[in-house]
Nanobody
Framework: VQLQASGGGLVQAGGSLRLSCAAS????????LGWFRQAPGKDREFVAA???????YYADSVKGRFTISRDNAKNTVNLQINSLKSEDTAVYYC????????????????WGQGTLVTVSS
């Protein structure tokens, strides 16, 4: 099983990015898919998650700016990031395979390699 994250880059504050994560090796139709991020010197933190039926969960710090979506036919999960702030700078990781507690990293069985988002002020 592999999760391949893409879409990161350097963007000015206030800009937008769209992160994508493609899964291969198995389908994740019945599991929760999520995004986490890790800034330099900080712990990995929850960003957003989406359940099998489309229920969404967001960290308070990203509500209203980030939108998570999934495409079960393509086995992908996406994260639309708008109104970027310098504090959004981090490596973003996609995760799959959770059934409960979407905010906890330990709930997920599979992780992508991460994609770097750098926001310049």
């Amino acid at each position: 099983v592999q999760l391949q994250a893409s879409g990161g880059g350097l963007v000015q504050a206030g800009g937008s990015l769209r992160l994508s994560c493609a899964a291969s090796g198995r389908t994740f139709i019945r599991t929760i898919l999520g995004w986490f991020r890790q800034a330099p010197g900080k712990d990995r933190e929850f960003v957003a998650a989406i359940g099998p039926a489309g229920s969404t969960y967001y960290a308070d710090s990203v509500k209203g700016r980030f939108t998570i979506s999934r495409d079960n036919a393509k086995n992908t999960v996406n994260l639309q990031i708008n109104s970027l702030k310098s504090e959004d700078t981090a490596v973003y990781y996609c995760a799959a395979g959770a059934s409960v507690l979407p905010q906890r990293p330990t709930s997920y069985a599979y992780w992508g390699q991460g994609t770097l988002v750098t926001v310049s002020s």
